[in-house]
């Protein structure tokens, strides 16, 4: 089945304490992204990547790390979490090429950072 | 830039009453557009996209025509159920700027009851 995963679904921590949210898909899709949902916000971008080992950032990318170092895989990483990054976070990938681009979206992470 | 603005929820109506939630753009180039939807406590799907002016996107009784003349996408269903109850949101990608990056509007929750 064709799938975006995350894991873990749920997190609960501390400020500080680092963190790594994974990433999977297996549709061999060039393009995966981040994305945090907060309300009244809707999604914004957190980052993206077009290809293994290209990344770039999205519109709200302080504070967080990314890396693609294989095709499938997007972990986004939090080195010293605040309360502000509490939110929704969703991992997302599609192919690239004009016509093609729908982004299929995994489960969501639900972080709260106390 | 690019950017998207949506109605402003929460709507409420009664079962087989007509939906219509309104989506205008701002786009720099040739964008991509598509309506997801996300029910309680899962992720985003895709409902249906346009990919140029004039489209009309259609999925489960959903409609949305891409007007490049007034810059909207509105989204219709002529007879809404209890299971449509969700949050939907409007989204534009332009890969004109070299990537895949989706920008969405603020969501609009949606309940139907019966």
């Known amino acids: 089945e064709a799938q975006v995963t995350q894991n873990p679904r749920y997190l609960i921590t501390v400020t500080g304490k680092k963190l790594t949210v994974t990433c999977s898909q297996n549709?061999?899709?060039?393009?995966m992204s981040w994305y945090r949902q907060d309300p009244g916000l809707g999604l914004r971008q957190i980052y993206y990547?077009?290809?293994?080992?290209?990344?770039d950032k999205g519109d709200v990318p302080e504070g967080y790390k990314v890396s693609r170092k294989e095709k499938r895989n997007f972990p986004l990483i939090l080195e010293s979490p605040s309360p502000n990054q509490t939110s929704l976070y969703f991992c997302?990938?599609?192919?690239?090429?004009?016509?093609?681009?729908?982004?299929?979206f995994g489960p969501g992470t639900r972080l709260l950072v106390l | 830039g690019n950017s998207v603005t949506q109605m402003e929820g929460p709507v409420t109506l009664s079962e087989e009453a007509f939906l219509t939630i309104n989506c205008t753009y701002t786009?720099?180039?040739?964008?991509?557009l598509f309506w997801y939807v996300q029910y309680p406590g899962e992720g985003l799907q895709l409902l249906l996209k346009?990919?140029?002016?004039?489209d009309k996107g259609s999925n489960k009784g959903f409609e949305a025509t891409y007007r490049k003349e007034t810059t909207s996408f509105h989204l219709e269903k002529g007879s809404v159920q209890v299971s449509d109850s969700a949050v939907y949101f409007c989204?534009?990608?332009?890969?004109?700027?070299?990537?895949?990056?989706?920008?969405f509007g603020t969501g609009t929750r949606l309940t139907v009851i019966p």
């Open positions: 997302a990938s599609s192919l690239w090429r004009a016509g093609e681009e729908t982004q299929y």
């Open positions: 549709m061999n899709h060039e393009y």
């Open positions: 990547s077009m290809n293994v080992e290209v990344t």
């Open positions: 786009a720099t180039g040739y964008p991509s």
């Open positions: 346009a990919t140029k002016a004039d």
């Open positions: 989204a534009l990608s332009d890969l004109l700027g070299g990537a895949n990056n989706l920008f």
